[in-house]
């Protein structure tokens, strides 16, 4: 399904985006990433840091793009995931393992599902790999929208 699709579905909408608006999102993504190494805290809360951070990558490679999910529907995480093959050339296999990651989510906030310090660890570095995609993609495609230093 092609961005345009998901924009006339309406679960996109679109966004012109602004260099402020996306150095903050990779700023946060890296404050969230920081944070989920910290093992003094719990994997869960490792993990839903980690998890954060893959959220605003995938939100900043889809401004990137000029759109923005529309969180007024349900399964917005799941749209950001699944656009990633198109906005930035993530493989479908990668874009796959960060929806595992999605589900795993789900189940820890809506079922109290249990979360294992592997998981976090795996979390935290799948995140630390997308946003350096999303980075480089930005670099490549939209230097535009890097803050200039």
Known sequence: MTLENLLGTGQLREHSAEPAETQKLLEAAERNL???RFTEISPETRFDAAYKAIMQAALAAL?????RTSTSQGGHHMTM??????????????????DVLRRKRNLSDYTGADVDSSSAENCALEGQKLLQ???TWL???????????
């Open 63 to 67: 401004m990137a793009n000029g759109y």
């Open 139 to 149: 670099k490549a495609n939209r230097p535009d929208l890097l803050v200039k230093e």
């Open 81 to 98: 995931l699944q656009t990633l093959p198109t906005t930035i050339g993530l493989s479908r296999e990668r874009m796959l393992v960060l």
């Open 34 to 36: 920081r944070d989920s």
């Open 133 to 135: 995609d999303v980075t």
